[in-house]
């Protein structure tokens, strides 16, 4: 069985634990950069859809080269069932593969590899890389409603057996594949990564010793969890609660899926408790048991210890999370889960709302919280084209002390970027009408909330266009005052008639012709706090910049400024917040 830790009772070198601190950065930096380096496919090396760590010999995150927030538990989960499923047949040179949406929480294409070190004999530690294949077979668009529709699942399996490649799963896996070199190309890709990683951990386990190494780890740990103590225990003690609500599950549509969360601060201990967010649905916005403790893990870190680095399993320490099977991020097979990381943004979201008149100082407002997911899919030529419209971007929600950000990728994806609207039209048969910043569209606050992104592309030959965007109707929440913000939406032009904003955000293989227009609209952000108390200079910028309209400035802001020089009016300004005021009270 695998040495779980250090040995027991033996203090940790403080000079050899900064250096293993950094170097197990160093360490996941290098396994994403090999991996963006070597992947075929643009969501891996552009959007950064993956995440690599070390994790410890029963599982523990030591580090994450993080790319997905909500991959902090994928991962150490996955390594956990792998142990239990292969308990004792884990050898040097083995790769273990899966992509089981019910363990990794996500859907099936995230495929996961994890290569087990050894050192002198000893299993010390775990290589692991989980990240997004493009295609993974199953049914292109429309609706899903089981796992067994949305692609080929890969069980707990080998890929290597010491160091000799299964060719079975190989040609299991290219023969259920649209685009087999793509696919390929990609595992190699994470093989790099995960042996990327093994390599640089057992050169630090030679530099500096085996036992001194994992001693360190267990003392970084433990760090770890102090802070996040600490922090917590400036959290006042009591029961917080909030609520808020999804669109729909793609399949019953308008029929909203309620989002509750309750947080019980006790001391040093934190509770997050899901278990009144809705019941699993018939459509395939599920998640698995890993994401509901991931998205309440990214919600206790971001308020407890948001720069505490690396990414470990310590920080989560006081937190437990009560999460109980058969709900939307709990759910249990068949449920579909293609679109898995979407509800568990907004249940991030609410945790910030619940704890806001507790830490007003930690929070911010909504936020867009989706990823805008949009597809144009087809055949030309005998060529298959599948074209992803998602990571439009859109606003973060203001905080106490600072606006909101702009143009950026909601919550689940992290470091994801917004790739550039150029490499549509290089790729593909799209023809980008513009990619722009929506004025108006993050929430009037005296911190105003981050704007939304249009992106309008035209097709140039004959393709299907599905969307499953989300949160058109529950809009960005602002806090103390601030305003809401504009919700996701999705605007079409078809057969020369503009449909304008669609009632709801989602279609389903929609035949699209040259000519036809798609514009998809990531959100804004909230604000936070009243718009009248926000500084008349910065209104003035806002106006300049182009963020806010002179008539918002006037309405919202109170702040009347000259059309043709854009400066302040002060007198009709001072005059104007005045009667706001008085109208408020």
């Not at 040097?92 to 495929?111: F, R, W």
């Not at 470091?415 to 290089?426: A, F, W």
Request: negative net charge; glycine residues 10%; contains cysteine.
């Amino acid at each position: 069985m695998p040495d779980s830790a250090a040995p027991k009772n033996r203090r940790a070198d403080p000079v050899i634990t900064e250096i293993v601190r950094s170097g197990v950065l160093a360490v996941t930096g290098e396994m994403k950069t090999n991996l963006m380096r070597t992947a075929y496919n643009l969501i891996i090396y552009e959007a950064l859809d993956f995440t690599c760590g070390i994790f410890t010999a029963d599982g523990r995150t030591v580090s994450i080269g993080l790319g997905l927030p909500m991959f902090i538990r994928g991962m150490g989960e996955t390594i956990k069932a792998k142990l239990a499923h292969f308990g004792d047949d884990i050898q040097p040179g083995d790769i273990l593969i899966t992509n089981d949406a019910y363990i990794t929480g996500s859907h099936l294409n995230h495929v996961t590899l994890t290569v087990p070190i050894f050192q002198d004999g000893k299993h010390v530690a775990f290589s692991c890389c989980m990240a997004h294949w493009l295609d993974i077979g199953g049914v292109l668009a429309g609706v899903t409603t089981d796992i067994y529709s949305e692609g080929l699942q890969i069980p707990l399996t080998k890929l290597h057996r010491g160091g000799v490649v299964n060719s079975d799963v190989m040609d299991f896996i290219r023969m259920n594949v649209r685009v087999p070199e793509r696919a390929m190309g990609d595992l190699r890709a994470q093989i790099t990564a995960v042996k990327t990683g093994e390599k640089r951990f057992m050169e630090l386990l030679d530099r500096y010793g085996t036992d001194e190494v994992l001693t360190s780890i267990d003392e970084i740990m433990d760090r770890s969890e102090a802070g996040a103590r600490a922090r917590t225990l400036t959290i006042p003690d009591g029961v917080y609660e909030a609520e808020s609500f999804m669109d729909d599950d793609g399949v019953d549509l308008g029929k909203r899926v309620p989002i509750k969360v309750k947080i019980t601060i006790k001391g040093d201990e934190a509770t997050i408790d899901l278990s009144e967010v809705a019941a699993q649905v018939r459509g395939f916005y599920n998640s698995g048991y890993s994401t509901a403790i991931a998205c309440a893990q990214v919600a206790y870190k971001c308020l407890t210890s948001p720069t505490d680095y690396p990414l470990n399993d310590g920080s989560f320490r006081p937190l437990t999370v009560i999460a109980p099977p058969g709900r939307v991020v709990t759910a249990v097979k068949p449920a579909a889960m293609r679109r898995w990381m979407t509800f568990p943004m907004t249940i991030v979201d609410t945790v910030f709302k619940a704890m806001a008149p507790a830490i007003p100082d930690r929070v911010a407002a909504g936020h867009h919280a989706d990823l805008i997911i949009a597809q144009l899919f087809g055949f030309t030529k005998n060529q298959f084209i599948f074209a992803g419209l998602s990571h439009a971007g859109g606003g973060w929600g203001a905080k106490k002390t600072e606006d909101g950000v702009s143009a950026t990728i909601a919550m689940n994806d992290g470091d994801t970027h917004n790739s550039p609207i150029e490499l549509l039209e290089v790729k593909y048969p799209l023809f980008a009408e513009r990619y722009e910043l929506v004025p108006d569209s993050g929430g009037a606050g005296r911190y105003r909330g981050g704007l939304g992104v249009d992106r309008a592309v035209q097709p140039l030959t004959e393709l299907n266009f599905t969307s499953h965007i989300e949160r058109s109707q529950c809009k960005p929440w602002g806090l103390f005052g601030g305003h809401d913000a504009m919700a996701n939406a999705l605007f079409l032009k078809k057969d020369g008639k503009d449909l304008g904003d669609l009632p709801s955000a989602k279609a389903f293989t929609l035949p699209m012709k040259p000519g036809d227009s798609i514009t998809i609209r990531g959100g804004g952000g909230g604000g936070y706090g009243d718009p009248i108390e926000r500084e008349p200079e910065r209104v003035r910028e806002d106006v300049y910049q182009g963020y806010v309209s002179l008539k918002a400035a006037r309405e919202l802001y109170g702040v009347v400024i000259d059309p043709d020089k854009i400066e302040i009016d002060a007198p009709a300004t001072a005059k104007l917040r005045a009667s706001m005021k008085a109208a408020a009270e």
